[in-house]
């Protein structure tokens, strides 16, 4: 029987087809041929991740970035509102002192009066002096502050200072029997309680 030579490509692309021992059977047609190497990953340069950061990190060091400058401004503007409120309290504080003090000249301006009248007559110096404790009295109580020298009324740990106990038949217990020092004010705008002596109980 005759044997026919085989054609060299129809060797490589018949499966079925007897490779002699030790031959290269070659790249097979049903396999995918590996990819060569890329240049970059070859010679070692960088990959790709080395263009830089990711956009999502450029947003968060951004939207850091102006938050810190808020809250810097935010303190800025806090510290200086404080400096303004200090200097227009310290303004009005002035403004009243100036106010109150004022309110005192015509009292000054009466106690020296009297004064220049000391070696006359003492009965207008003493009614003269009484007239400038009268609108001292006054301007006190425009001020928020009235006199309290009331006797007769029961006794009151708010607006009176017990300095002395007596025995007193006219007076009931309890009662104030005389205003040693008058208190000035009412309440949380009290100056000073009145000094008094009470009657005793019995």
């Known amino acids: 029987m005759p044997i026919h030579p ?3 490509g129809r060797a490589a692309s018949d499966p079925g087809a007897q490779v002699p021992q030790g031959a290269d059977p070659g790249p097979r047609g049903d396999l995918p041929r590996p990819e060569p190497p890329r240049p ?3 010679d070692g340069g960088p990959g790709p991740d080395a263009a830089g950061p990711a956009p999502a990190e450029d947003a968060y060091t951004t939207a850091i970035q102006e938050l810190e400058d808020r809250w810097r401004r935010a303190l800025a503007d806090l510290d200086n509102l404080r400096k303004r409120h200090a200097r227009e309290l310290e303004r009005e504080r002035a403004v009243e002192r100036s106010r109150t003090a ?3 000249l015509p009292v000054l301006d009466n106690l ?3 004064l220049t009248h000391a070696g006359a007559d003492p009965g207008p110096i003493v009614a003269g002096v ?3 404790r009268d609108q001292a009295v006054n301007v006190l109580e425009l001020l928020g502050y009235p006199r309290h020298a009331e006797t007769g009324v029961p006794f009151d740990p708010a607006r009176h200072e017990v300095v002395g106990v007596v025995q007193d038949p006219d007076a009931a217990p309890g009662t104030v029997v005389e205003v040693l020092r008058p208190g000035y004010g009412d309440g949380e705008r009290q100056l000073r309680p009145a000094a008094v002596t009470v009657a ?3």
């Open 200 to 202: 005793k109980r019995e």
């Open 40 to 42: 970059d990953a070859a």
């Open 102 to 104: 004022a309110a005192f």
């Open 112 to 114: 020296e009066l009297a």
């Open 6 to 8: 085989q054609e060299p």
């Open 130 to 132: 009484r007239a400038v």
